[in-house]
């Protein structure tokens, strides 16, 4: 298999889906050499198999605004691979979501999922719907209308969907109450469920918890204490939210946060009193990131992201390709020495190139933010278990599997001189595992 011919021919058959590209040369440029020690692979053609999607399903998605007005956008479900279990993956409503991204997401998950060790294949979803400005009963019908479209294709044991950006706990409740009408069952066929109805403690927190256990497995390596360290993050939703939490109760010192109209930079640090402002800004009123310089009076860059701020650690938690290369050269230059991914693909390929020429600890989403599905994973086997495990049993097991996730990457990523890249070493890992059952399986 030669990297630079598969994905000439990928985005021959499949043109303008340029995130779909992206995260599928990051992939095979790194397990090239592992996928060639194995002619077997070849012969079945397993790398082009493992690229594309086994399924996609469109449909249009009508639904009724608070004025009476009919409005229509795009859904989608990708059920990329599930050679190790049923489909898992997100539900994105983003005005930017397309094919394309959708694609890349499932592609990714795919590795993430088989990284994680539980049984769980690789899928996302989701419409071109921003719940943006949108009331709650707007946001219920049009959730309602996109599971009278989806519920055929999913199922504890198809496809168990999940929340991802724009989709919290409010869209799976909604979702999921319209699936147990259509399909007359209680089951766990979605995750991030409300506690009240199957869903698991600490789910919420999962993807932020699990990406700073991952930060802190990667500075054991080299003796480095997390007190006292500056971080920046990005993001102010879900995961940037508990990423924060989680790095406040470590002794950790996060100054940034942001949204899509620019960030903050608090040279004093969010505490937990300002992260609580923060959360009930975003989570209550919807509010935008820069009431908060407004009440606390730091610093607001407006149309901008934080990676220009003086840190110790930056950890993008928003959006792909949100980190570019100059990005990353500026935060080198500032003398950031750890880079965890809390967002899928935030950095752009120039910079992941920065980051590891530079052999600081650098941390892919697959690895890094592995935590959230994780978790899900747990809230499944609960569901099927007809039980509830206490916050600090599902919090050990997620620590353990973040743990887990970390000596994999040390396995496949550990170069000559001792430098972990883990980049390459998520993606042999979690590829391996995918493509020796895809072999054992047969010709599907």
């Known amino acids: 298999m030669k990297a630079n011919e598969v994905l000439d021919n990928l985005k021959r058959r499949f043109p303008n889906e340029p995130e779909y590209h992206q995260a599928v040369a990051e992939v095979l440029g790194t397990i ?11 012969k079945s053609n397993l790398i082009e198999r493992l690229c594309i999607p086994d399924r996609i399903f469109s449909f249009r998605v009508t639904w009724t605004d608070d004025k009476g007005q009919v409005q229509t956008n795009m859904g989608y479900r990708i059920q990329h691979n599930n050679t190790i279990g049923p489909y898992k993956g997100g539900i994105r409503f983003h005005a930017s979501v397309n094919q394309s991204i959708l694609k890349f997401l499932a592609f990714e998950q795919t590795f993430k999922n088989s990284l ?67 399909a007359r069952e209680n089951t766990g066929t979605f995750t991030g469920k ?8 600490i789910r919420p927190e999962a ?16 003796n480095i204490d997390i007190k006292g360290k500056v971080v920046a993050v990005s993001g102010s939703d879900n995961v940037a939210q508990y990423t924060v939490e ?24 969010i505490d937990r009193e300002k992260l609580d402002y923060i959360m009930e800004l975003k989570n209550l009123y919807r509010g ?26 930056a950890m993008p938690s928003a959006t792909q390709n949100e980190l570019t290369g100059d990005d990353a050269k500026t935060l080198l230059a500032n003398g950031c020495f750890a880079v965890s991914e809390g967002a899928n693909m ?7 190139d920065a980051f590891l020429e530079a052999k600081i600890l650098y941390a892919p989403g697959k690895a890094a933010n592995a935590g959230g599905v994780s978790v899900s994973g747990l809230e499944m086997t609960q569901n099927a278990m007809k ?50 059952g895809m072999m054992a399986q047969g010709i599907l």
């Open 346 to 352: 935030p950095s752009t390929p120039e910079a992941i």
């Open 207 to 222: 993807t932020g918890y699990g990406n700073v256990y991952f930060l802190l497995e990667m500075l054991k390596t080299r």
């Open 32 to 42: 090239e050499e592992a996928y060639n020690e194995h002619p077997e692979f070849e």
């Open 246 to 269: 989680k790095l406040i109760e470590l002794g950790a010192k996060p100054v940034t946060m942001s949204d899509s109209d620019g960030y903050i930079y608090d040279p004093d640090g």
């Open 116 to 182: 994680t060790t539980l049984p769980m294949g690789g899928g996302k979803g989701g419409a071109d719907f921003s719940p943006r400005g949108k009331s709650n009963a707007e946001i219920m019908r049009f959730c309602q209308a996109f599971v009278l479209e989806l519920w055929r294709h999913i199922g504890p044991d198809t496809d168990v969907p999940a929340g991802d950006i724009g989709v919290g706990g409010r869209e799976v409740a909604y979702m999921y109450g319209m699936y147990k009408k259509l």
């Open 194 to 201: 409300g506690i009240e109805f199957g869903g698991s403690l």
């Open 387 to 436: 039980l509830s495990w206490t916050r600090e049993e599902v919090d050990e097991k997620l620590k353990g599997i973040m743990k887990s996730i970390h000596e994999q990457c040390v396995k496949y990523g550990t170069q000559d001189g001792g430098y972990v890249n883990y980049v390459k070493g998520a993606n042999v890992a979690g590829f391996m595992k995918v493509i020796k």
């Open 288 to 313: 935008r990131i820069r009431e908060y310089a407004e009440k606390y009076g730091c610093k607001y860059v407006e149309g901008a992201r934080p990676w220009g701020e003086k840190c110790d650690i």
